[in-house]
Structures are given as C-alpha cells and as structure tokens.
C-alpha cells in the first residue's frame, strides 16, 4: 500500500492524560483547529490496571474541573480527603499507635482520586465528539521537523500515513519521542525508585485497627485520603479507585531501598512484610484480585528544552517529571499545556512568538527548580515524625502560598505579571532552601518517641492553611494578587522563624539556630503542641 497525506494543524503525540487534556484544551480555545491525536494503544483500555498517577491535587484538580469544564467526568470518581501520613512506629504492627498527618475534614478546593483507565477513555469519547481525530492502534515511525512545517510518518494496520501540520506536541511519556531525536535528556540528582500494583479490591485502612477512638476521630473514612505510610527512605501509597481497586505503590531512595529489592511482585511483598507488614497482610489477604505490577527505575528526570519557536513541544511525562510524593504530575499537565494553547492559539493569530516561548520556558523551568528542592535527598526526612511533619506543611504553604495562586489566579502565561511576582517567589525560594536543608539536619538527629504513640496531627484545623487553601478560590484583581503573594511570603517567613525555634532545642549547636530569636507568632501550635511537649 502507498504512503497516505494527512493534513492537520496540530498532531499530539500520544493519547495519555497530558495529550487528550491538550487537544480538548486547543479545541476549546481556537475551536476551528484540526487536531489529530495518535496513540499506540487500543482504547478502551482496562479500568484500575492501567497506569499509575490516580491521586490529584489543587492545580490538577482547577484544570480537569473548571478549566477542561470535566466536573461530570471528575463526579465519576472518588472525592480526596486531602494527602495523610503514618510515620513508623514500633515495627509498623499496628497503625492507630503511628504519629498520623492529616485531614479530619474536606479543605475548600476540591480533589480527586482518578481512576485513569476509566478518566481517559472519557476523555476519547470527549476528543472525538470535538471534532479530535483520534488515531488509536498507530505508532510513530519518523520525525522530520521544520520551521512550524513538520513531518510526521505514522503507521497503522500495516498502513502508513505521512502527517504534515504546523505544530507538533510530544505527550508520548517517557518514550519521550522528541526528546530522543533531538538529544535532549537531561536527569536529575533525584535518584529514586518506585514500584507499584493494583488490588482489584477496597483495602480500607480503618479496618487496621480496632480502636474505637482512632477509628472515629476523623469526619470521614480514611480510604478516601491518598494515605502515605512513612519510614527513613521510603513511603508507601495507598490510593482507592472508583471502580473498587486500590492502588499501591513504593517509592525508595536507592540509596537507603536499593531498586532490585523492589522491582518484583515478589519482591515487593517481602519489602513490605519487613517495612510495612499491616500493608503485605492487607495484601496478602487479597492476592486473588491481584490485577498488575510495574517498577521503574530513576523516575525523575528533565528535558533541555520543552518549547521551541518552531512550533514543537514537550508536554506531560515527555518532558519534566519530578516525584509523586505531593502528586504533582496532573500539575504539572495542566500548567504546560496552559503554556502550548496560548502558544499555539497566540500563533494562530499571526503573532511572533520567540520571547513569549522563551519566557514560558523559564517559568516552567524555574518552577521545576523550586519544587526539586523539596524532594532531592529529602527522603531521610521521612523516618522522622517532627521534622516531616513539619516540612509537610511548609511544602504546603509553599504550593498554596506561591505557584497554586498565580494559577488560580489566571496568570501563569502573563509574563508581565510573573516578572512582578518575582521577587515574592525568590522569598519563596530562598527561604525554600534554608528550611529543606535544616530539616534535614533534624531528621538525623532525632530517634523515635513513642511517647507520641497515636497522637493526631489535623492539619485542617491550621487557620492559616485553611486560609490559604480558600483563597485559591477567591476572585482578585493583579494587584489583589500581587498583594496575596506578598502577604503569603511573609507568613512563610514566619513558619520558618517558627520551625527554626522548635529546632532549636533539639540541635543547640547548629549555626542555623544559634541567633535565632522567639518567634512573633504561633502558627504551628494548635497542631503540633503534641508532638512537642
């Protein structure tokens, strides 16, 4: 058969999550664009056993609900009471004796647990409804870039198509299609290691424990929280799905969790019956729903470019991935395929576009930078109670605070206003790097306590997290904005005076601590009184 032409002016490669919220996003904005998506798999793909990525937060949550207009699609799925965490306790025999994290009640903006197989079949029979060619089954054979003229040869049923369109986005994952053509890999120093599976059935960690008091000291089952168990290195997600599997995963630093001790069902098992044993009993009382297992190692990685003025671009886990811990890779979705629709729709209406891609490349890139800095060789923190439940919520302040308002807010592909808001984020940032490394230096200091045996850390009742978490939602003019983002950087300043005196007891001789003076305020206190006293 002969080599068939098609014509479209955009052509997405790769039918995951990032590249079907990219086409409904264009299609949404510049509704006369043809747009092909081209995806190697057979849709529908299986519910649950799909891929991993289920739990959403805020900035993730805004694009799928009131950006993409997905609430139908999202009241489909589990609702997400908030991230919580376990930290060890005693060899991990009995979860209501753990230091716990978390929410007793929902926050004001919403989240999901998303069952991916089922969310992106949804989002196809979206595409297709749009207008959206959807090429499933098809693979790419060749590359062949221009000046906002490229070439694309694809083949499907033994038949090949050549693709001529203007723009080419690459959201094929970490085949990465772009970047291996053009050279562009690039790692990070974030060397860890995940492993994960899907239980065909709801493992609900209340279950865990008999004790009336801990079972009903929150407002809301637990299962419904994407529940993170905590040791020195490690963390364990479980994570429930609306079709009623559960997801689990591990996530390791090498360092400490060497890979090939968790590349293996098997292997996992054994992992989690020496560091998590409620979890491979839950496990084990379940095998005959097992559903699949994947491992990958190095998860973290970057991309020298991921925007050109030729009209390519990088989108999704084709191009930065950082950690799962926070759950930042529909983030991450939604803030780069925000930049590619104005690119593109920008381009649509003849405007030159070389500075503008420039500048949504330092933004993207400068917010890669900041957020690494919370996960790169932080994973010690996690086998300590107080110094991780600390970060925890400084993570928090930094996400609420910074980057999740100015999205919220609209303003992400505003250079005007993000070159404003620079000095308010380098607060940000500087600080961001003072508190990551004296944690840190706590974490190695501390041993466990198990006179904070079962003690309930309720970060919803935090006023000021609560404030910040309303006022993502809270309409604001640009200097209404720019006036938040000043206001938030000070009371991260004043969580970091907070944190350095809690510190300061503790390690005495640390230069950090020495010249610190008694905090103004006592943010912290309503919630982490316990763990101190």
């Known amino acids: 058969m002969g080599l068939l032409r098609e014509n479209y002016d955009v052509l997405i490669m790769g039918g995951g999550l990032s590249g079907l919220t990219l086409a409904l996003q264009l299609k949404q904005k510049e509704s006369n664009l043809q747009i092909a998506v081209v995806e190697k798999a057979k849709y ?8 991993v990525g289920e739990s959403s937060v805020e900035i993730g949550s805004h694009y799928f609900q009131d950006i993409l207009k997905l609430k139908p699609l999202l009241d489909q799925e589990l609702p997400k009471l908030g991230l919580r965490f376990f930290y060890t306790h005693e060899g991990n025999h009995d979860l209501s004796k753990r230091v716990e994290l978390g929410p007793s009640d929902f926050l004001f903006v919403k989240s999901y647990q998303i069952d991916r197989g089922r969310f992106e079949n949804a989002l196809v029979k979206q595409c297709i409804a749009q207008g959206i060619s959807f090429w499933e089954g098809s693979r790419v054979q060749e590359l062949e870039l221009g000046n906002c003229d490229h070439q694309v040869k694809i083949l499907r049923d033994q038949q090949a198509y050549l693709f001529k369109v203007k723009w080419l986005v690459d959201a094929s994952g970490r085949r990465s299609l772009l ?3 053009l050279g562009l890999s690039k790692p990070t120093k974030h060397d860890v290691n995940a492993a994960w599976f899907r239980i065909g059935c709801e493992i609900n960690i209340d279950d865990w424990s008999s004790n009336p008091e801990w079972r009903n000291r ?5 299962r419904i929280s994407t529940n993170h168990l905590m040791g020195k290195g490690y963390w364990v997600w479980l994570i429930p799905l609306a079709s009623g599997s559960t997801s ?43 559903q699949d297992f994947l491992a990958l ?3 973290s990685h970057s991309s020298r470019k991921i925007y050109s003025e030729e009209g390519w671009y990088l989108t999704g886990d084709a191009g930065l991935f950082l950690d799962p811990l926070y759950s930042p890779g529909s983030d991450f979705i939604g803030m780069s395929n925000t930049c590619i629709t104005d690119l593109i729709t920008r381009s649509c209406s003849g405007e030159k576009l070389v500075t503008r891609v420039q500048e949504y490349e330092r933004i993207i890139r400068t917010i890669f930078a900041g957020f690494l800095l919370i996960y790169e060789n932080q994973y010690p923190v996690m086998g300590s109670a107080k110094a991780m439940s600390l970060k925890i919520v400084w993570d928090f302040v930094m996400y609420w605070g910074g980057i999740a308002l100015i999205y919220f807010g609209g303003k992400l592909c505003d250079p005007e206003f993000m070159n404003a808001a620079r000095t308010h984020l380098n607060q940000f940032f500087v600080l961001n790097v003072k508190i990551q490394k004296l944690l840190l230096k706590w974490s190695s200091q501390e041993r466990e306590n198990y006179e904070n045996s079962g003690v309930f850390l309720d970060y919803s009742k935090l006023e000021f997290l609560r404030t910040l978490n309303k006022d993502l939602l809270r309409q604001k003019t640009d200097s209404e904005l720019l006036e938040q983002l000043s206001s938030n950087a000070n009371l991260a300043q004043e969580i970091y005076n907070e944190i350095l005196w809690k510190a300061k007891d503790e390690m005495p001789e640390l230069k950090e ?3 610190c003076h008694p905090p103004q305020t006592a943010h912290l206190q309503s919630c982490f009184a316990p763990l101190f006293q």
Do not use: M
């Not at 390791?252 to 054994?270: G, M, R, S, V, W």
């Not at 992992?271 to 979890?279: D, R, V």
């Open 44 to 51: 529908p793909v299986p519910e649950a056993a799909h891929k």
């Open 179 to 181: 970047k291996q053509k």
């Open 218 to 222: 929150n407002k809301h089952s637990r």
């Open 248 to 290: 689990i995963g591990i996530v390791a630093d090498a360092k400490l969790h060497p890979y090939d001790e968790i590349n293996t069902f098997p292997k996992a098992q054994a992992w989690l019956k020496k560091h998590e044993p409620q979890c491979a009993s839950a496990v084990a009382e379940n095998l005959e729903a097992f």
């Open 297 to 299: 190692k190095y998860f």
């Open 513 to 515: 601590v020495q010249n």
